[in-house]
């Protein structure tokens, strides 16, 4: 907790007595490394994402919103303007195929409107 209220979850961590050489950027996960609550897309969660709005589950506008507001929330514990919004946990991409479809959503429709509230997502691996 103090580390998030300080700002502090990045850090240069000292390895040893290399001198610089010894020194490593790191830092905490905000989420350790699961998904933010409301965004897990395996067989195991219950979580999707529904764009076609002729469904009766349609919740787009309701998934981006929350995950706006997760992602805000998230990078104001840190001081790079660069977050990990990780997606995994033990045991979650039994259903990798569930999980890659859902993100490719995210990702394209977070995409869309990037200019509106300034986030950019991207696959990445640390």
């Known amino acids: 907790i103090k580390r998030k209220e300080e700002q502090n979850m990045e850090m240069i961590w000292n390895a040893g007595e290399g001198g610089d050489e010894g020194k490593i950027f790191t ?3 905000y989420n ?6 409301g965004f897990c897309f395996d067989s195991l969660c219950t979580d999707v994402i529904m764009d076609d709005k002729r469904l009766e589950d349609y919740n787009l ?4 919103s929350s995950f706006i507001n ?4 998230q990078a104001a514990v ?7 919004m990780t997606m995994g946990e033990d045991f979650q991409y039994q259903e990798a195929n569930m999980w890659y479809k859902n993100l490719d959503k995210l990702i ?3 995409n869309e409107n990037q ?3 300034k ?3 991207m696959y990445s691996t640390p």
């Open 27 to 29: 830092g905490i996960n």
């Open 119 to 121: 986030i950019h997502l």
């Open 32 to 37: 350790v490394y699961g998904p933010p609550p």
């Open 78 to 84: 840190y001081k790079s303007d660069h977050i990990m």
């Open 115 to 117: 200019e509106e509230h």
């Open 108 to 110: 394209k429709y977070m």
């Open 61 to 64: 506008d309701e998934k981006l």
């Open 70 to 73: 997760l992602t805000y929330e």
